[in-house]
């Protein structure tokens, strides 16, 4: 190899040029081995071609960047610095690191595509945030070791094959022209990346999978920290506000001013009991269950028996047939579940600034004489979810607060779920003693890698892998209502069951709907008959129906839209991921888009299979008017408490809107 530079080798420096193939080579076989692992039914070979032409694209644009720094120090470097030995064996040391930094890169992107299916997105920024989760969970999911030993050998002996490459290229002296050309490299090739390359060319193909495929792991990351937050009205399709108000009224969206909400009687709440309900509940225990989808139940078609105590109180109470997630993380279904708001583009408000005293069901019901509680297993800081709950109004109760003799056990992400439950269960009998009627929404986390969980509880060990992690959840809520039942308040409570979000997005599509199928249970065996809801409703009608249940003020306040409520069900749902925003009505999923694009499928009704189909003008009217009020809604401060409104510094910018969605003129 020595010999191909020639007579050339005094005139182009081929260093840079040597990393980037090296670079290229890496990637390549990271490509190659995701596409593989993917699997030839859900990526053809006919999409081959295109993943690795892009892929090439994508691979390039990054190198560029990469190979900034290498260009400017070879072109600084004294020749003889570059042909001592000294220098030689600081050359090599680098190599090696710089390989094994890039094995430990598509290592990383491995296990990312293992869990999600994607290249890193906003959820790798989250991650890079919450370092101790994130380490905690790989060294308990995988033998990071022998991981990290092997990446050192193989860094070594690619490095081996390639030195005396490397010295030939030493011992070459660089010339000026050289160094120009090096200088100019350093700064032209990054320019160029930039302004030639965009995240948004991986779309096109034809399958979800395959636009992920092509991308590049760097590339995507350095899109999702910059797009983190996505201002609808930038990116998006936008209606004046006045016909978005005017299309929300159509579709009975009442959105009555908080000021209004508060002073309305309650006894016109409270003079009947909604159907299917004999009697209103006293209280409320919400339990959002991590990753659980729809298809893990038996309830809801699976085979597998992960969940005989979650069917049973399916055949018990009443069972809610079509219910979607929002998105596709904990935060977003925490979201949807307290503020019953459509997903704003980017980050969930859980995340955000300035999301403080927003009218959620913890301020609505606190207001009103509840006990209101945020019940959760980990660290609250992690996805913000202790500031976001105590600054909206719910007491929060996390593992720092349980009695270190109670963990029997507990893994990076939490403690057992059955942890969870026993303390949830002392702080609610100490407030059924006090007389006051509570809302408890307990969060649990061991349905979540690396799937571990106490001994002796089921009959597959732990780890057990997802299929455990759910059993053993289902096992640890059988306990909790078995418990409950023994307590004098069960009676007078309704048990709410849902998921924040499914266990996997992955799909041909990049909103698989089937991928948002969530279970909801409603379990009250002395206030609620059993039976079956077979319409189409959103994870964010759960908050407006609580409220509604309950008979207290609120429920009209809400985006969402009480199952109950008379008059037709819309039967309208929301899905997203962070950038696309799904609206399905009528079989047909409306897709938003940035760049203001849109798109538009036929759903089938059974398996929710996508056909590309012609954009709807009504359909993409009400699914702007949804997602763009909501949108402003947040940013104006419309989602607020009236007595604690938007900081100034906080105000939207570009338009005045009233609290209720109205453009001032």
């Known amino acids: 190899m020595p010999l191909f530079y020639g007579r050339l080798r005094t005139r182009i420096p081929l260093f840079p040029l040597l990393i980037a193939l090296l670079v290229l080579g890496i990637f390549s076989a990271t490509r190659i081995g995701l596409a593989v692992y993917t699997g030839f039914d859900l990526v053809g070979l006919s999409f081959w071609p295109g993943i690795f032409a892009k892929g090439l694209w994508f691979d390039l644009a990054v190198i560029a960047v990469l190979i900034t720094s290498v260009c400017l120090y070879e072109a600084v470097l004294p020749n003889r610095w570059r042909a001592s030995r000294w220098h030689g064996a600081l050359r090599i040391v680098w190599l090696w690191s710089v390989v094994s930094l890039l094995l430990f890169g598509a290592v990383a992107e491995a296990t990312f595509w293992i869990e999600f299916f994607t290249r890193f997105n906003f959820i790798a920024v989250d991650y890079l945030l919450y370092t101790h989760e994130v380490i905690g969970n790989i060294r308990e999911s995988y033998p990071v070791r022998a991981i990290l030993l092997a990446i050192g050998v193989v860094a070594a002996g690619i490095v081996w094959f390639i030195r005396p490459s490397v010295r030939a290229i030493d011992s070459a002296p660089v010339t000026r022209a050289g160094r120009i050309a090096l200088t100019v490299a350093a700064f032209l090739l990054p320019v160029l990346s930039v302004s030639l390359t965009n995240v948004d060319q991986m779309q096109g193909l034809g399958n979800a999978y395959a636009d992920e495929l092509s991308g590049n792991g760097l590339l995507t990351l350095a899109a999702a920290m910059r797009r983190n937050e996505l201002d609808y009205d930038k990116f998006y399709q936008t209606l004046p506000q006045t016909a978005a108000d005017t299309t929300l009224k159509r579709l009975a969206v009442k959105r009555t001013p908080l000021s209004a909400v508060l002073q309305r009687a309650t006894a016109a709440d409270e003079a009947d009991d909604p159907v299917p309900f004999t009697k209103r509940p006293r209280n409320v225990v919400l339990i959002s269950v991590e990753s659980l989808s729809a298809s893990f139940l038996g309830a809801y078609g699976s085979t597998k028996g992960l969940t005989p105590n979650l069917d049973q109180l399916a055949r018990d109470g009443l069972k809610f047939e079509r219910v979607f997630a929002t998105g596709t993380r904990t935060a977003r279904g925490l979201e949807a579940l307290s503020i019953g708001t459509p997903p704003v583009p980017g980050q969930a408000i859980v995340r955000r600034p300035n999301n403080e005293h927003l009218t959620t069901v913890g301020e609505l019901l606190e207001h009103q004489g509840f006990s209101t509680f945020f019940f959760y297993g980990g660290y609250g800081y992690f996805d913000n979810m202790n500031a976001y709950f105590g600054a909206n109004d719910y007491r929060v109760v996390d593992r720092t607060d349980f009695?270190?003799?109670?963990?029997?056990?507990?893994?990076?992400?939490?403690?057992?779920?059955?942890?969870?439950?026993?303390?949830?269960?002392?702080?609610?009998?100490?407030?059924?003693?006090?007389?006051?009627?509570?809302?408890?929404?307990?969060?649990?986390?061991?349905?979540?890698r690396p799937y571990t969980y106490p001994d002796g509880r089921i009959e597959i060990p732990s780890p057990g892998g997802r299929d455990g992690a759910v059993k053993y959840t289902d096992y640890a809520i059988g306990q909790f209502i078995s418990d409950a039942k023994t307590k004098p308040w069960f009676n007078d409570t309704l048990f709410v069951i849902v998921a924040d979000h499914c266990a996997s997005v992955a799909g041909k599509s990049k909103l698989p709907v089937e991928k948002y199928h969530i279970p909801l249970i409603f379990y009250a065996p002395a206030l609620l008959k059993p039976g079956s809801y077979a319409p189409m409703v959103s994870q964010i009608d759960i908050a407006p129906t609580l409220i509604e249940v309950l008979g207290k003020k609120g429920d009209d306040h809400f985006f969402g839209r009480s199952f109950f409520e008379q008059g037709e069900n819309p039967e309208r749902v929301f899905i997203s991921n962070y950038q696309e925003l799904g609206y399905l009505s009528h079989g047909v999923l409306t897709v938003l888009l940035p760049k203001r694009r849109v798109e538009s499928f036929r759903i089938d009704p059974e398996t929710y299979a996508a056909t590309p189909a012609t954009v709807d003008p009504q359909l993409l009217n009400e699914a702007i008017a949804y997602y763009q009020t909501a949108s402003r809604a947040f940013k104006s401060g419309a989602l607020r408490e009236s007595d604690h409104p938007m900081p100034k510094s906080a105000h939207f910018a570009e338009q005045k809107i009233t609290k209720w969605g109205q453009v001032l003129q």
């Open 403 to 448: 009695p270190k003799e109670t963990v029997v056990f507990e893994n990076v992400w939490g403690v057992a779920d059955e942890v969870l439950f026993t303390n949830s269960m002392v702080t609610l009998d100490r407030e059924a003693r006090r007389n006051r009627p509570f809302f408890a929404h307990i969060m649990t986390t061991s349905n979540h």
